[in-house]
């Protein structure tokens, strides 16, 4: 496997297995809802789509982009933020 799966991988385990998800909690009023493309490199749009949408909130909203291969996530902040470091295999490091 590759480092980057390798890392995606590492990354979706920590998230899967850590005692809360981010979108369990109420959204503090001030917190913007926000919409981010992310280009995918070395993984399918539409696989994981489907392994990230429980990771949402009930209002937010992830859209596989198939022509080029590339995630709309719409959320709040700071779950887009989460997601995007999940999906850039920036969690693992951070652990």
Do not use: C, W
């Not at 909690?25 to 392994?51: F, K, N, S």
Request: charged share 25%; no cysteine; aromatic share 8%.
């Amino acid at each position: 496997m590759s480092r980057f799966l390798d890392s995606m991988v590492l990354s979706l385990f920590l998230l899967l297995n850590s005692s809360y998800s981010f979108s369990q909690y109420p959204a503090p009023r001030d917190e913007p809802i926000v919409i981010q493309i992310v280009q995918l490199e070395h993984a399918d749009a539409e696989e994981l789509a489907e392994v990230l949408r429980p990771f949402l909130s009930k209002d937010g909203r992830i859209t596989a982009y198939g022509p080029a291969n590339s995630l709309i996530i719409k959320d709040r902040k700071s779950i887009v933020r989460e997601l995007v470091k999940v999906i850039k295999g920036r969690l693992a490091e951070e652990k």
